[in-house]
């Protein structure tokens, strides 16, 4: 196993373990559970997508872990915020497989090597207090808890609770 930079070919794979890896602490799949499938599309399809967007961001900061064969087993999605000094982290996943065997670890190190390559002082990782792994993963390597975030959402094709339509003449 090692890690190498991402490759076009690699997209699929990474988008389909990213969807098994997230399942229970994903908030596009809490919002499904509040309110259903929204305009056709349920939380795995948005999920998958947001693999996209990081590629957008910043494809050189995507590396894959793969094995002798070069078949993807897991990634850690990168992008450097060069004026705040602060690399991000916003996705890493390993298959089941190979999980609780410290590839995770290894992927967060190499991130954080290329945030030092990059001039970054400082990474920043988010996750969902439910994700136990996380949490306990990421305090380990020395990630530090800085905050807590509540996640919102309404559903715009209702009026809000309590709200009221003034006619105005």
């Not at 602490?25 to 809490?30: C, H, K, L």
């Not at 509040?34 to 939380?43: C, E, F, N, P, Q």
């Not at 705040?84 to 298959?95: F, K, T």
Request: proline residues 4%.
């Amino acid at each position: 196993m090692h890690i190498r930079p991402f490759l076009p070919a690699d997209l699929d794979a990474l988008k389909q373990m990213t969807v098994e890896a997230f399942e229970g602490v994903s908030i596009d799949q809490g919002i499904e559970r509040v309110y259903g499938i929204i305009v056709g599309h349920d939380w795995r399809w948005r999920k998958a997508r947001h693999l996209d967007a990081d590629l957008r961001r910043d494809p050189q900061g995507l590396f894959t872990l793969v094995d002798a064969q070069d078949r993807p087993q897991g990634y850690v999605s990168t992008w450097c915020d060069q004026e705040a000094g602060i690399g991000h982290i916003p996705n890493v996943v390993v298959v089941a497989a190979l999980r609780g065997q410290g590839w995770g670890r290894r992927l967060l190190e190499h991130a954080c090597e290329h945030f030092r390559s990059r001039g970054m002082t400082h990474a920043k990782i988010e996750t969902l207090a439910q994700n136990a792994i996380g949490n306990h993963l990421y305090r380990d390597i020395g990630f530090v808890e800085v905050a807590r975030q509540v996640h919102f959402v309404a559903d715009l094709r209702r009026d809000p609770p309590g709200s009221q339509i003034v006619a105005v003449t």
